[in-house]
């Protein structure tokens, strides 16, 4: 269902892409462009996106017993190349028109085509926004947020380039242009900052490390004297969950096991997505 929604999300991108570049093929607006290169990171990205997606969900197997979440963040970091790359595009074109501005031409078919595309794509980000409460799936919300952003970064640009054609200051071109790069680029360095984060292990928010801990406190009961050594590790959807349990050294096999998959339970019903491996030891061990 939410694999639809993207679908459908990644073939109206395509048109509203395909106006776009039409738009600045009409104008040679430079600010056009960048719109127009927004969206194709965008087309590229929602493509990743569900490539990722599929991937990451494939259970492990016998070379990945951990399981393949970590695809998500590779894709996330391929985005941000991309993103990069567009930017340095933009940068490319609208530099040289700041110091030499260009009049624009066909501005009339130019901005009605843009104007359309700004539609679609604000019937879209209501779409996704529906959807994604009705499925209550934050990554469709998200999306939906993402295209109502892309919606009034356009018409930020419509205007922009309307006002251009009005006054003739025709610099406000390249201007628009640029700022359009800046915010490719913040977006672009939060992305990959993100994905690094989970690429290099980063561990549980300190939210939910307190949340695990409240579960363990509340769980533990007789038996068990301390846990120590916790350690947990994010992958995608997925999260990793270790640590020390110290028990009476009189404790069975069978009892401690017993206590261990209480543990488990409790935590994984409570935290979807979370793993748990428990190492048992004897009060010998204790820290405190
Ligand atoms: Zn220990
Ligand atoms: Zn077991």
Same mark, same amino acid.
């Given at each position: 269902?939410?694999?639809?929604?993207?679908?459908?999300?990644?073939?109206?991108? =395509?048109? #509203? +892409?395909?106006?776009?570049? *039409? $738009?600045?093929?009409?104008?040679?607006? @430079?600010?056009?462009?960048?719109? !127009? /290169?927004?969206?194709?990171?965008?087309?590229?990205?929602?493509?990743?996106?569900?490539?990722?997606?599929?991937?990451?969900?494939?259970?492990?197997?016998?070379?990945?017993?951990?399981?393949?979440?970590?695809?998500?963040?590779?894709?996330?970091?391929?985005?941000?190349?991309?993103?990069?790359?567009?930017?340095?595009?933009?940068?490319?074109?609208?530099?040289?028109?700041?110091?030499?501005?260009?009049?624009?031409?066909?501005?009339?078919?130019?901005?009605?085509?843009?104007?359309?595309?700004?539609?679609?794509?604000?019937?879209?980000?209501?779409?996704?926004?529906?959807?994604?409460?009705?499925?209550?799936?934050?990554?469709?919300?998200?999306?939906?947020?993402?295209?109502?952003?892309?919606?009034?970064?356009? =018409?930020? #640009? +419509?205007?922009?380039?309307? *006002? $251009?054609?009005?006054?003739?200051?025709? @610099?406000?071109?390249?201007?628009? !242009? /640029?700022?359009?790069?800046?915010?490719?680029?913040?977006?672009?360095?939060?992305?990959?900052?993100?994905?690094?984060?989970?690429?290099?292990?980063?561990?549980?928010?300190?939210?939910?490390?307190?949340?695990?801990?409240?579960?363990?406190?509340?769980?533990?009961?007789?038996?068990?004297?301390?846990?120590?050594?916790?350690?947990?590790?994010?992958?995608?959807?997925?999260?990793?969950?270790?640590?020390?349990?110290?028990?009476?050294?009189?404790?069975?096999?069978?009892?401690?096991?017993?206590?261990?998959?209480?543990?488990?339970?409790?935590?994984?019903?409570?935290?979807?997505?979370?793993?748990?491996?428990?190492?048992?030891?004897?009060?010998?061990?204790?820290?405190?």
């Amino acid at each position: 269902m939410a694999e639809r929604a993207a679908w459908t999300s990644l073939l109206v991108a =395509l048109v #509203v +892409l395909g106006l776009k570049a *039409l $738009a600045y093929r009409l104008t040679g607006s @430079v600010a056009l462009l960048s719109d !127009a /290169l927004e969206s194709t990171v965008n087309v590229a990205a929602a493509l990743l996106a569900l490539l990722a997606i599929r991937f990451a969900h494939r259970p492990p197997d016998a070379t990945h017993p951990f399981g393949h979440t970590k695809a998500e963040y590779l894709s996330a970091v391929l985005e941000g190349v991309l993103v990069v790359l567009a930017a340095f595009f933009i940068a490319k074109e609208a530099l040289p028109r700041l110091l030499s501005p260009i009049p624009l031409e066909g501005l009339g078919p130019g901005l009605f085509v843009s104007l359309l595309a700004s539609g679609l794509n604000g019937l879209l980000a209501f779409h996704l926004l529906a959807q994604g409460k009705r499925l209550r799936s934050p990554a469709l919300t998200a999306d939906g947020y993402h295209v109502l952003s892309d919606v009034l970064t356009s =018409l930020g #640009v +419509l205007l922009g380039v309307g *006002l $251009a054609w009005a006054t003739g200051l025709w @610099v406000l071109d390249p201007l628009l !242009a /640029l700022l359009v790069a800046g915010n490719i680029l913040l977006m672009g360095f939060r992305l990959v900052r993100e994905s690094l984060g989970g690429l290099l292990d980063e561990g549980l928010s300190p939210e939910e490390v307190a949340r695990i801990q409240a579960i363990l406190a509340r769980e533990l009961g007789e038996g068990a004297l301390e846990v120590h050594d916790l350690k947990t590790r994010k992958a995608g959807h997925r999260a990793f969950l270790e640590f020390h349990l110290v028990v009476p050294g009189s404790l069975s096999v069978a009892e401690a096991h017993a206590l261990c998959d209480r543990l488990e339970r409790a935590l994984e019903a409570e935290m979807p997505g979370l793993s748990v491996t428990i190492h048992v030891e004897p009060e010998s061990e204790r820290q405190a």
